[in-house]
């Protein structure tokens, strides 16, 4: 596990994504403090799916992919599934604690929506978020046999769910559901859906993962 945690979360891959929460904590202004995650999230599933496309690939170049190679294909399988949640695990801890830098803002609170409350709804949509986008660049960067057509396909559905349009098609299913939603007068079920149906898709992608991997390796 340890020689998979220093592959998969090289030093460059923490410099980028905590500069990246910085510079979005501050670009992004929040008025109260049920706006934060609804703030968080569509950049969360940025993070996501740039971070990790390469999940697979990052062997490519060198020995390394020699050696990959060399592993039984339920060794390669079990390699990636490590890697992917080395790596949903680091961002899902970094977007919890994130939350709070925001409240350098000083959001304003709000009686009716209780900040634990708040949080709960929060890292419930996180969840989905980034396991949907995680494993949506890494099936297509696998099928593909590269990052930069899984990024690329990501950041297509990211722009089309993350619109009015989107958000007029899908509604309350859209896979931004939770960040449409009204911060103050929302409720779950404007969002929960969208949620769930986010974690359904993930799961069906791990189940897709050995599949495409037999496929590519032949």
């Known amino acids: 596990m340890k020689k998979e945690i220093k592959i998969c979360m090289s030093p460059y891959k ?3 994504s905590v500069l990246f929460l910085l510079l979005f904590s501050l670009v992004m202004g929040v008025a109260v403090i049920p706006e934060i995650g609804r703030t968080i999230i569509p950049g969360a599933a940025i993070l996501a799916f740039v971070f990790c496309a390469e999940t697979r690939v990052m062997d490519q170049s060198g020995q390394r992919w020699e050696i990959f190679l060399l592993k039984p294909l339920s060794g390669r399988i079990c390699t ?27 959001p304003y609170p709000i009686r009716e929506r209780p900040l634990e409350t708040e949080y709960g709804y929060y890292a419930v949509a996180l969840l989905g978020t980034i396991l949907f986008w995680s494993l949506l660049t890494l099936v297509i960067s696998n099928a593909a046999k590269s990052q930069w057509i899984g990024i690329g396909v990501s950041a297509v559905v990211w722009i089309i769910t993350n619109s009015k349009t989107g958000e007029a098609l899908f509604g309350r299913y859209n896979l931004f559901a939770y960040s449409a939603s009204h911060p103050v007068k929302g409720k779950t079920a404007d969002w929960i859906f969208g949620t769930m149906i986010q ?20």
Do not use: D, G, M, T
């Open 199 to 218: 974690i359904a898709i993930a799961a069906l992608f791990v189940l897709l993962i050995p599949w495409i991997e037999k496929r590519v390796s032949k």
């Open 14 to 16: 923490i410099v980028y």
């Open 80 to 106: 990636i599934y490590r890697r992917w949640l080395i790596q949903v695990l680091y961002l899902y801890v970094l977007f919890l604690v994130w939350y709070f830098v925001f409240f350098w803002q000083n």
